[in-house]
């Protein structure tokens, strides 16, 4: 477990008069960490001066001196947040490759180049700097080559088996290795490594040797081998081959009946000794030409996806992880990971009632008090860090239901505040993957469960109830509709309703109902459930929203207002208001008559919303693949609807768009905000003017913000645009 103050947070735009309530905040991991500013770290290179660069997902790029971290994001130059490829040149540059573009920082300026400069794509996955200082970026339509001022971009059309670039690698006779896919239909697949040797291009694939056509990773030792990390799509599957070592004539595989711990490899690097570091799923491999050495295959790499390695000069080993950064001595390992929130994915939310909020990640579970944050992981007791569900009981205890999609669930943990408890199948559970929980009135409670079974894999099992003693299980043989369950709520007569891939359930203890999309539900695939005040349930699916009165069905799409019809989560908050989150459109708040919707351009830092939380002071929690946005209940708490204060009026106020601002002195600057905090009108030039006359007819009709500075003070005003 780990607890960290929360020292910063993405400050947005402050609209109060006399309090401090904000609009939209946003909670990431890089927003809340004064350490590794994201700990999915996808590259890692070392400069001259021992300086650790770490390239991460979403959380831009973390510089690690040995003491100090120091962040860098696109608030400082950088294209995009999400940084795939490091590499420095001779003269100290870093050059970082973006999900936008490429950006050279030489400890001062930042230079961005993008497709408008000349690169083939703004999604960069690789870097290599050759010997006269020629940079060569892979992307997603070709390799790209800066000589400094001009732009070369080789495709297919050039000889290039394929424009899906992931990895390049320049050998010593100056040779360009390009590790290459291409899309079949809708699925990529692996088409080889390319080498260009100045002149012309030579491919070579599983037909000349190499194990598997997708090839993840490159490296090439002193003597000139290369080694390819590599995979394949065979028969609609996809397949891992393990490692090929090409020596210019002989091809060699190696996989796990050689010694390599995962035929899955992610990542290669050659030491400064010569030995092979293989990144496996799972662990890590050390080949030194004659012997395998497993180096770790415990928690900290266990269903770990371990990105990149780098070795310092004093020979210690660095690995850049989905969970964070790893150094390893030869002896011992550190873990460097994000002081607050754990993973930026959030699935799951619950508010106890001391008001602290619990997330589940795939990262596992953080708590924030709306001070610091605490970390719980398997290594204090959870049962597995993918926490997809949060639920928690009328004495306090929390209950996390984790899953495990690759190698197996792993459980349920229950925790009291200090202690863990894993319940599994041997105890009672339908599955060992709890997807969703809910506690009913009699405190029982009840579990959506999974499982990977042999002979099947992957499976859906079902129900679960348990008393505090006892389990049951409740199944398709019993009436349930499916035993895929996605959703569970319990109205105040205590009936169960389920939402599976096959419609809703009904259980009101005795007697299974099924409504389908025969009876008027939009969609038989259910994500969410939700009962508002009046016991009308409302069912989120893949083709919209239900309600259902008990009687009639009505549903409502995004040719309603509906900000998209795939609906992932449902709210309701004390004034009737439903807030739905969909996967794709954002948020849509409903009040029963007019649809408000909330996107990306309003704040939301992905579309893409996996849950929906309000707590007791009215304030709405979206968990998204992007972390988490609080929207604040009153926005415009403590605002002035008609500014009149001393000398300084606005007037009309109501109005439908034409307003006049007057005061006895001169008007200094007039800005006005939406309630997202995005300025729609400014005016900086208004000096010498004691009336402005301010036209906001083409806005959209809401509530708006001004902010006046007359020299002597600044006021903050509701505007309502009718």
């Given at each position: 477990?780990?607890?960290?103050?929360?020292?910063?947070?993405?400050?947005?735009?402050?609209?109060?008069?006399?309090?401090?309530?904000?609009?939209?905040?946003?909670?990431?991991?890089?927003?809340?960490?004064?350490?590794?500013?994201?700990?999915?770290?996808?590259?890692?290179?070392?400069?001259?001066?021992?300086?650790?660069?770490?390239?991460?997902?979403?959380?831009?790029?973390?510089?690690?001196?040995?003491?100090?971290?120091?962040?860098?994001?696109?608030?400082?130059?950088?294209?995009?947040?999400?940084?795939?490829?490091?590499?420095?040149?001779?003269?100290?540059?870093?050059?970082?490759?973006?999900?936008?573009?490429?950006?050279?920082?030489?400890?001062?300026?930042?230079?961005?180049?993008?497709?408008?400069?000349?690169?083939?794509?703004?999604?960069?996955?690789?870097?290599?700097?050759?010997?006269?200082?020629?940079?060569?970026?892979?992307?997603?339509?070709?390799?790209?080559?800066?000589?400094?001022?001009?732009?070369?971009?080789?495709?297919?059309?050039?000889?290039?088996?394929?424009?899906?670039?992931?990895?390049?690698?320049?050998?010593?006779?100056?040779?360009?290795?390009?590790?290459t896919s291409d899309f079949i239909g809708n699925i990529l697949k692996g088409t080889g490594v390319s080498k260009f040797d100045g002149t012309s291009w030579k491919t070579?694939?599983?037909?000349?040797?190499?194990?598997?056509?997708?090839?993840?990773?490159?490296?090439?030792?002193?003597?000139?081998?290369?080694?390819?990390?590599?995979?394949?799509?065979?028969?609609?599957?996809?397949?891992?081959?393990?490692?090929?070592?090409?020596?210019?004539?002989?091809?060699?595989?190696?996989?796990?009946?050689?010694?390599?711990?995962?035929?899955?490899?992610?990542?290669?690097?050659?030491?400064?000794?010569?030995?092979?570091?293989?990144?496996?799923?799972?662990?890590?491999?050390?080949?030194?030409?004659?012997?395998?050495?497993?180096?770790?295959?415990?928690?900290?790499?266990?269903?770990?996806?371990?990105?990149?390695?780098?070795?310092?000069?004093?020979?210690?080993?660095?690995?850049?992880?989905?969970?964070?950064?790893?150094?390893?001595?030869?002896?011992?390992?550190?873990?460097?990971?994000?002081?607050?929130?754990?993973?930026?994915?959030?699935?799951?939310?619950?508010?106890?009632?001391?008001?602290?909020?619990?997330?589940?990640?795939?990262?596992?579970?953080?708590?924030?008090?709306?001070?610091?944050?605490?970390?719980?992981?398997?290594?204090?007791?959870?049962?597995?860090?993918?926490?997809?569900?949060?639920?928690?009981?009328?004495?306090?205890?929390?209950?996390?239901?984790?899953?495990?999609?690759?190698?197996?669930?792993?459980?349920?943990?229950?925790?009291?505040?200090?202690?863990?408890?894993?319940?599994?199948?041997?105890?009672?559970?339908?599955?060992?993957?709890?997807?969703?929980?809910?506690?009913?009135?009699?405190?029982?409670?009840?579990?959506?469960?999974?499982?990977?079974?042999?002979?099947?894999?992957?499976?859906?099992?079902?129900?679960?109830?348990?008393?505090?003693?006892?389990?049951?299980?409740?199944?398709?043989?019993?009436?349930?509709?499916?035993?895929?369950?996605?959703?569970?709520?319990?109205?105040?007569?205590?009936?169960?309703?389920?939402?599976?891939?096959?419609?809703?359930?009904?259980?009101?203890?005795?007697?299974?109902?099924?409504?389908?999309?025969?009876?008027?539900?939009?969609?038989?695939?259910?994500?969410?459930?939700?009962?508002?005040?009046?016991?009308?349930?409302?069912?989120?699916?893949?083709?919209?929203?239900?309600?259902?009165?008990?009687?009639?069905?009505?549903?409502?799409?995004?040719?309603?207002?509906?900000?998209?019809?795939?609906?992932?989560?449902?709210?309701?908050?004390?004034?009737?208001?439903?807030?739905?989150?969909?996967?794709?459109?954002?948020?849509?708040?409903?009040?029963?008559?007019?649809?408000?919707?909330?996107?990306?351009?309003?704040?939301?830092?992905?579309?893409?919303?996996?849950?929906?939380?309000?707590?007791?002071?009215?304030?709405?929690?979206?968990?998204?693949?992007?972390?988490?946005l609080k929207l604040s209940a009153d926005v415009t708490s403590g605002i002035n609807s008609v500014l009149n204060i001393n000398d300084l009026s606005l007037y009309p106020?109501?109005?439908?768009?034409?307003?006049?601002?007057?005061?006895?002195?001169?008007i200094n600057s007039i800005e006005i905000y939406n309630l997202f905090g995005d300025r729609i009108y400014s005016d900086f030039k208004s000096q010498q003017q004691t009336?402005?006359?301010?036209?906001?007819?083409?806005?959209?009709?809401?509530?708006?913000?001004?902010?006046?500075?007359?020299?002597?003070?600044?006021?903050?005003?509701?505007?309502?645009?009718?």
């Open positions: 477990m780990k607890t960290l103050a929360l020292l910063s947070i993405v400050s947005l735009f402050v609209v109060t008069n006399y309090t401090n309530a904000q609009i939209f905040t946003n909670y990431t991991v890089a927003s809340t960490s004064s350490t590794l500013n994201s700990n999915i770290v996808s590259a890692i290179a070392i400069d001259a001066q021992g300086n650790k660069w770490f390239g991460t997902y979403w959380g831009g790029v973390s510089k690690y001196d040995g003491t100090t971290w120091t962040t860098y994001t696109m608030a400082d130059g950088l294209p995009d947040n999400t940084v795939m490829a490091i590499a420095i040149d001779l003269q100290g540059n870093k050059w970082f490759g973006t999900w936008g573009g490429v950006s050279k920082f030489d400890g001062n300026i930042w230079t961005n180049y993008t497709t408008a400069n000349g690169l083939a794509d703004n999604a960069v996955h690789a870097i290599a700097i050759d010997d006269k200082g020629n940079k060569w970026f892979a992307t997603n339509q070709g390799v790209s080559k800066l000589d400094g001022t001009t732009w070369t971009t080789y495709t297919t059309a050039n000889g290039l088996a394929g424009n899906f670039a992931t990895g390049i690698a320049i050998d010593k006779t100056g040779a360009i290795w390009c590790a070579y694939t599983t037909a000349d040797g190499l194990a598997g056509n997708s090839v993840t990773a490159i490296a090439i030792d002193s003597l000139g081998v290369k080694w390819f990390a590599t995979s394949d799509y065979i028969e609609n599957n996809y397949i891992d081959t393990g490692v090929s070592k090409f020596d210019g004539t002989t091809w060699t595989t190696y996989t796990t009946s050689n010694g390599l711990l995962s035929n899955l490899v992610w990542a290669i690097a050659v030491d400064p000794q010569g030995n092979k570091w293989i990144g496996t799923y799972g662990g890590v491999s050390k080949y030194n030409d004659t012997t395998w050495t497993t180096i770790a295959n415990s928690y900290l790499f266990y269903n770990n996806q371990l990105f990149s390695i780098a070795f310092d000069s004093q020979g210690n080993a660095w690995f850049g992880t989905e969970t964070g950064v790893l150094k390893f001595d030869g002896s011992n390992w550190t873990t460097y990971t994000s002081s607050g929130l754990e993973s930026d994915a959030i699935f799951s939310i619950a508010i106890d009632t001391q008001g602290n909020k619990w997330f589940g990640t795939y990262n596992g579970v953080s708590k924030f008090d709306n001070t610091s944050w605490t970390t719980y992981t398997t290594a204090d007791g959870l049962a597995n860090d993918f926490v997809d569900a949060i639920a928690i009981d009328t004495h306090g205890n929390k209950w996390f239901g984790t899953s495990d999609y690759y190698s197996g669930s792993v459980g349920l943990s229950k925790f009291d505040g200090t202690n863990w408890k894993t319940y599994t199948t041997a105890d009672g559970l339908s599955g060992n993957g709890a997807y969703r929980i809910a506690i009913d009135l009699d405190s029982n409670i009840w579990f959506a469960t999974s499982d990977n079974l042999q002979d099947i894999g992957f499976a859906w099992t079902g129900l679960s109830e348990f008393d505090g003693l006892n389990w049951k299980t409740y199944n398709t043989s019993n009436g349930l509709a499916d035993n895929a369950v996605k959703a569970i709520a319990i109205d105040s007569t205590g009936i169960k309703w389920f939402g599976t891939d096959q419609g809703v359930s009904k259980f009101d203890g005795t007697t299974w109902k099924t409504y389908t999309v025969a009876n008027g539900l939009a969609d038989n695939a259910v994500n969410a459930i939700a009962i508002d005040a009046q016991g009308n349930k409302w069912f989120g699916t893949y083709g919209g929203v239900s309600k259902f009165d008990g009687t009639s069905w009505t549903t409502y799409r995004s040719a309603d207002g509906l900000a998209y019809d795939w609906v992932t989560a449902i709210a309701i908050d004390k004034k009737g208001n439903k807030w739905f989150g969909t996967y794709g459109g954002g948020v849509s708040k409903f009040d029963g008559t007019n649809w408000t919707t909330y996107r990306s351009a309003n704040g939301l830092p992905i579309e893409y919303v996996t849950a929906i939380t309000i707590d007791a002071q009215g304030n709405k929690w979206f968990a998204t693949l992007r972390g988490v106020n109501p109005t439908r768009g034409k307003f006049t601002i007057s005061g006895s002195s001169s009336i402005k006359e301010i036209d906001l007819s083409n806005a959209p009709k809401g509530i708006y913000i001004a902010k006046i500075d007359d020299g002597k003070r600044r006021y903050t005003s509701k505007i309502i645009l009718q």
